[in-house]
């Protein structure tokens, strides 16, 4: 996989998704942020970057345990920017 040859172009706007839920359904527990991922998509309104807010379940009896919980809202954003030439 090569490097990009030129830098991306900065965005225009900044969008901060979250998760809806803040405990997991299975166990109730409440899920602490562990991270924040990034994406940068492409909009007809121009380039939009998106800090997205991840949780995960800190019950080790949990079935989700570990496992991240994405902001739901995160699927309805389109033209993800490595997709565009």
Partial sequence: MRGRRVALPQAEQHVRLKPQKEH???CGEWMP????AYRKILTMKGLIQLRLVVRRCPNP???GYKQPCRPEEEG????HMENVV
């Fill in 24 to 26: 997991f359904p299975s």
């Fill in 76 to 79: 309805r954003w389109a033209y």
């Fill in 61 to 63: 009896a949990c079935r």
């Fill in 33 to 36: 942020v562990a991270y924040h």
